[in-house]
């Protein structure tokens, strides 16, 4: 278990990104642009006519391994629109020494959006990780990001064979606290022990996955979040409810959460995808995200 | 505040008296502390109805797992690191007392009332740890005053703070001197008791299985006081999605008894 505890090696990253990214003739796009090691983005480009550039981030090395540290710094000025997203799913390999983590600032000036759309994250057997994000944005600027969480890979094909995933988002809105959403799967732990030490509970179980075997959420931050959107959105979310346990609340200010549980990336992302079609035709008059990876 | 122990002569054969925080433990643990958590499942009422917790054996697991994967990152956390921020109960210079008010120590325990309500997503969550926290305040300062819980009250008339029932407790506490151990012993059990009634009412189960829950619990609440030992700030918030999802349904369940 020390691999959860002992830190990456923090003098040496093993890939940096910085993004500034701003305005020209309407249009967003880098204006300051810095990668070493294994991180980088491929070329910029732009899904449909409203500006908003396209960033995918890609990991050289493929995968993420025992004291690997990514970080990652985006600025966003005013008024810049930014799509973040991978070229594939984040894959962590066994982490024998010391767990791999990434970290994640980001800045959202007055009227940037930022629209961050990882692939799902695939821990496999024996691997610890986190992911820590801290996001400070302006009262005027939107945030929308999702995250799916697989029960990872083994070779036998048994699923939570990780060891651990921490997962975490602190969002500053207008310089106070406004969220922390912090997500910790521990699967040998996940469940309370009984007298003897036996586990009473495990982590596809009550309280944890209830059953399903993969984990969604959304978190959405912007002024025009408010409790009727909430509530159409839940609406939207209640078609979604095969195979799938699904809740969202308003946060302590004007943003909301969606915590869902599936059998499948493809029906989180779809369900996420929903979502964020009617927020990104609401708000900007934009069609649903379609980003013709795979 | 509290009794002296008072010193009896060798010859005496009575027992000692016990540390003079026992009482007041007793009364801010007393599942008859008015701060309203009577009125709370904390998504357990989402359990009965999907008839997932339906009887003494069912209704056990979701407190084991609340108290074990909710509890101890959420309220049992910032317990901690609020009477850690104080110096601790034991330490030299009697905590509260000797710091002053606008000291940094304070203002780590203002900064960690906005987290813990912060990593509660849940609507009616968050709303029930304010409130209940508010009223713990308030019974606080009313039996065992403290300039620690005025200069509370402040932030939270200010606007600076919400209120936390975790860190209006551990302040309380902390100001009796209370040993951070039973202190998180005592709100798990607590908070474990109160639930157990809401259970008895809410599945319903009779008085004796609810006892037989909580004697049960009494290893799930030492191993939840360890657990918050070994933890990182960082892990404030950590709580178990289906929990969570849970709590998040509440608000839109159709027949309710329970505010959260």
Redesign the interface.
Known sequence: MTALKAAPAINAPMGELRLDIGVRNGRSLATGQYHRGALRVLRPHYLDESGQVCYVTVNQGGAYLGGDLFTMDITVAEGARLLLTTQSATKIYRTPKAFAEQRLRVNLGPHSTLEYVPDQLIAYRGAAYRQ?ALIDMDESASLIMSEVITPGWSPDGQPFRYEQL?L?N?IRYGG?????????LTPPS??????SGQP??DITG?????GFSH?GSLLVVDPRVDAALVTEL?MVLGEHEQDA????????GPGF?V???SGSTPRLNTMMSTLTALLRERWFGQAALNLRKH | MGTQPQMHPHACRESPAPPSYLLPLLQLSDSALPTGAFSHSFGLEVYLARGVVHDENSFAAWLRQFIGQQLVYSDGLAIRLTDEALGGAGSSGAGARCTGLDSPRFEEVWELDRQVTAQALPLQLRGAGIKMGLRMLEIGMGIFPSAALDAYQEQIKSGRCTGNAGVAFALTAHGLRIPLSQMLAAYFFSTATTLTQNAVRAIPLGQSAGQRVLRLIHDDVTAAAATVMTLEAGDLGAVAPGLEIAQMRHEYQRARMFMS
């Open positions: 820590d921490r975490r602190e106070r606290l406004l969220a922390i959403d912090n997500v910790l996940a469940g309370t022990a009984d007298f009473v509970a009550l309280g944890f996955m209830e984990l839940r346990l699904t809740g969202i609340s308003q946060l302590n959460v915590r869902a549980l």
